[in-house]
């Protein structure tokens, strides 16, 4: 199994919200045909289809909890673990 794979059922399993590191969640969204842009500390993501944005900050190499909660829902409401 991939190490996206891995981070991606992380995520969704979420029962590790704080030890998400932060550049591999970039790599996994970006693969998953996000497309990213910075203001700040602020990392925000948006795809076609997706209604919603991802935004995620690095913390110390870590996302934060809450933001990490956010991506699993949207990653979930639009079925997107199935297209890695």
């Known amino acids: 199994m991939g190490r996206r794979r891995k981070l991606l059922e992380r995520i969704l399993?979420?029962?590790s919200d704080v030890n998400i590191p932060f550049e591999q969640a970039q790599t996994l969204l970006k693969a998953l045909k996000f497309s990213e842009s910075i203001r700040g500390s602020h990392h925000k993501f948006v795809?076609?289809?997706?209604?919603e944005?991802?935004?995620l900050q690095n913390v110390d190499g870590k996302c934060k909890p809450y933001q990490v909660r956010?991506?699993?829902e949207i990653l979930l409401r639009y079925?997107?673990?199935r297209e890695l």
């Open 53 to 55: 944005l991802i935004n």
């Open 13 to 15: 399993s979420g029962r």
């Open 47 to 51: 795809r076609d289809g997706v209604e």
């Open 70 to 72: 956010q991506m699993r």
């Open 79 to 81: 079925n997107l673990e």
